[in-house]
């Protein structure tokens, strides 16, 4: 496809908006659920609310929760110590795996992990019939039952991380990191009846530690990956000028540095 003229290009910046148009639909938040860290996820004011179910030191010192500005800090001082929110799932629940398919995205960081304690704290999904405990360390993140684990910091700044399962009953499960369009890791997950979403400190064995949680957004309604940037090996980004920066870096094939979204065209070579 070749622009020939400014007719031509004018033309294409029309069609190419109405394209947008209905990729902004696309990109639209998958998500049917979220946890944004306003409140204690057992807070009224948290919708849907979470329970509180585990607490080892419930007045202190060896376990704190706090929310500020947008962020749950939860901290166990030792290994033996926990604390867990759950999010129980099934029929008429606000999760509620049916066999579409469900997709996690968290946004964290972790401060540091508890003396001896190799992890921070946790993350567990199950639907019901697979399951997942993830234990979330400053350099790695593990899954307990299915082993495995994917090595990177955690505690460098707050990460992205969307997991996704397409077969609820046989997983597996994937991790995409910080919207990345492949899987920074897949995992089997092991066979259980856990039917929730669980979060914190979740066992007294092997974790302790700091984590910042931002927020933890979820549907049942299919197994959705980040979206991949739009242009394909072999294309270059063609940009109108009415719109576009001089010079487009990769980002901007999908959006500008504000967020907003730009009309870029797709020439192939
Ligand atoms: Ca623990
Ligand atoms: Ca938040």
Redesign the pocket.
């Known amino acids: 496809m070749k622009l020939k003229s400014a007719k031509g290009m004018l033309a294409l910046a029309a069609a190419t908006a109405a394209f947008l148009v209905l990729r902004a639909h696309a990109q639209t938040s998958p998500f049917t659920f979220g946890?944004?860290?306003?409140y204690l996820p057992q807070n009224p004011l948290t919708v849907p609310q979470w329970a509180k179910v585990l607490d080892s030191d419930e007045t202190g010192p060896n376990t704190s929760e706090s929310a500020t500005?947008?962020?749950?800090t939860v901290y166990t001082a030792n290994k033996s110590d926990y604390l867990e929110y759950r999010m129980d799932g099934g029929a008429g629940m606000n999760w509620n795996p049916t066999g579409a398919g469900s997709t996690v995205e968290v946004?964290l960081k972790t401060d540091f992990n508890a003396a001896s304690a190799s992890w921070a704290g946790n993350l567990v999904i199950g639907t019901g019939s697979r399951a997942w405990t993830f234990g979330i360390g400053t350099n790695y993140i593990s899954n307990y039952g299915g082993g495995g684990d994917l090595v990177m910091a955690t505690n460098d700044k707050f990460h992205t991380y969307r997991f996704t399962i397409g077969n609820e009953t046989g997983g597996p499960l994937a991790l995409y990191v910080d919207g990345a369009s492949t899987p920074a890791k897949v995992w089997s997950g092991t066979a259980g009846t856990t039917n929730r979403l669980g979060f914190g400190d979740t066992t007294t064995s092997s974790e302790g530690g700091q984590i910042q949680?931002?927020?933890l957004r979820w549907t049942n309604n299919g197994r959705f990956a980040p979206e991949a940037v739009p242009a394909k090996s072999g294309e270059v980004a063609f940009c109108c000028r009415i719109y576009c920066p001089p010079q487009p870096t990769s980002r901007d094939f999908a959006r500008t540095a504000s967020g907003a979204n730009r009309p870029l065209f797709v020439q192939r070579r």
């Open positions: 946890y944004e860290g306003n500005n947008g962020v749950l946004r949680w931002d927020y």
